[in-house]
């Protein structure tokens, strides 16, 4: 068996464990290298994937081996920058690995999210609004504060009309009402196939009201929202100041209620504290589950951001995702849209996220914020590569290595690249000659930092991952 068909025979036994975006991500430009007495070697493109996979994956991996031959022991990783090259022939294609018929599975799911509750004259066909599919309770990031919400949505969605009834969620703006609400409306769909779910906004909701009372089809709009199973509503405080909408959701609630369908409805403060809203309607919000989502604490946030890194597909530093972290404290959808904003911007430079790159993008949003960690109104050039040591100290910390194994010896791959481009940017940022460069690098010949300057300059033709390394360092160090 050939180390190909041998990566093939492991991806293939550890796919259906994995979902589908995350091995994409992480498999992708991996290969088996060496397979020598019992230690099999593991290719990866990058030091950022070879921690992740080493660190999430390694037992699956060996596992899997192990049922192919047993003569494998253990499963090491290494960085070859080769295999991201487009001539690349080690590594199986990532997307062969699935067919069609998964993508039909798919959509077929999707399809599912729009729900007819009724056909009529009142504005053609009278649907659900669209529940977002990728709201879902599985992929809902759990922590400590968002425990109990997140345990009552997953018990309405097993047994609607129950004992949760009705179940009111409230929290601040960005926190993850409308994931659970539209979650339920999803999981509810997937348990209950004949069930017909509503979801809709307060604010639309009035609309409707207002329109059907001026095209005088009241009595369409109550059929339409009274003979459902499951109605969910999202922001009920909009209803404040509008007694028409007031009354109609009274009676609809009311009706629902007495015949056992579920209602789930979301604000952002608890029903006592709903003014202008008639207090009949505020006893009713209450009578049922009451539970109120909170912001994440650092562990959970953290978490939130790696799971979106996934949805995203892309690879960035922990260090500066436990930045993000640490300076975001209003809401969810701050975290993500920080996440973004970073991911958007190193594309469109070419480069990757840096903990600098990130604090400006803070900074931006909220000027008066104080960041912790780094100060973003120092200037960079003069805090980075003054020295050909500062680079050195950039580079080492990019790579995740010690600044010993930059200056070292070791030749293997993942020691000699850093050290290639930490010479490269001395030499082409710094203006420092190859002879003072050998000196800094514990008195190596200037034609070992000529070669090692020419090579990464080839590289950084045909190489689009070191652009982006090249680039991102560059920003570090001010540039």
Not at 76 to 89: G, K, P, W
Not at 244 to 273: A, G, M
Not at 313 to 340: Q, T, W
Not at 349 to 370: H, M
Request: net charge neutral; with cysteine; charged share 25%.
């Amino acid at each position: 068996m050939t180390n190909r068909e041998l990566w093939t025979s492991v991806l293939n036994r550890v796919k259906p464990t994995i979902q589908k975006a995350h091995f994409i991500t992480w498999f992708k430009d991996t290969a088996v290298v060496k397979n020598e007495a019992g230690v099999v070697t593991v290719g990866v493109p990058t030091m950022f994937a070879k921690g992740w996979i080493s660190a999430k994956y390694n037992v699956k991996l060996l596992q899997a081996m192990q049922e192919i031959d047993v003569a494998i022991e253990s499963v090491e990783y290494e960085v070859c920058a080769r295999l991201s090259e487009a001539e690349n022939i080690e590594s199986p294609e990532i997307k062969s690995f699935f067919n069609e018929e998964d993508d039909k599975k798919v959509r077929k799911v999707r399809n599912m999210n729009e729900v007819v509750v009724k056909k009529g004259n009142f504005g053609g066909h009278i649907s659900s609004q669209m529940l977002n599919n990728r709201y879902d309770l599985s992929n809902f990031v759990v922590g400590r504060e968002n425990m109990l919400p997140h345990a009552v949505c997953t018990a309405v969605s097993d047994n609607p009309g129950g004992m949760y009834n009705p179940l009111y969620i409230y929290g601040s703006v960005g926190l993850g009402k409308t994931h659970l609400v539209q979650a339920i409306g999803n999981q509810i769909l997937k348990n209950f196939p004949d069930m017909v779910v509503k979801y809709i906004t307060a604010e639309k909701f009035v609309t409707e009201v207002v329109e059907a009372i001026g095209k005088r089809h009241m009595n369409k709009f109550k059929e339409q929202y009274r003979n459902v199973d499951v109605f969910l509503i999202d922001d009920v405080q909009f209803f404040a100041r509008k007694d028409s909408s007031q009354q109609e959701f009274f009676h609809t609630f009311n009706e629902l209620y007495d015949r056992n369908k579920q209602i789930v409805l979301t604000s952002d403060r608890p029903p006592s504290e709903l003014d202008d809203l008639d207090e009949r309607l505020k006893s009713r919000f209450g009578m049922g589950m009451v539970v109120e989502l909170l912001f994440p604490d650092f562990e959970t946030r953290l978490a939130i951001l790696n799971e979106k890194c996934k949805d995203f597909e892309v690879l960035i530093d922990p260090e500066v995702l436990s930045f993000i972290a640490n300076n975001v404290h209003c809401s969810v959808r701050e975290l993500e849209g920080v996440l973004r904003q970073a991911v958007a911007e190193s594309q469109l430079k070419n480069s990757v996220p840096t903990i600098r790159s990130v604090a400006e993008i803070i900074k931006r949003l909220n000027k008066a914020q104080e960041i912790i960690g780094y100060d973003v109104n120092e200037k960079s050039a003069k805090t980075y590569a003054k020295t050909s040591e500062d680079v050195m100290q950039i580079v080492a910390k990019y790579y995740n290595m010690t600044f010993g194994d930059l200056m070292g010896q070791d030749r293997h791959k993942e020691y000699m690249l850093p050290r290639q481009v930490c010479m490269y940017l001395i030499k082409h940022e710094l203006g420092e000659s190859y002879e003072k460069i050998g000196d800094g690098f514990g008195g190596r010949n200037h034609t070992t930092v000529m070669h090692a300057c020419k090579k990464t300059e080839t590289m950084l033709k045909k190489d689009v991952h070191l652009v982006r390394d090249i680039n991102a360092i560059k920003r570090e160090m001010g540039m």
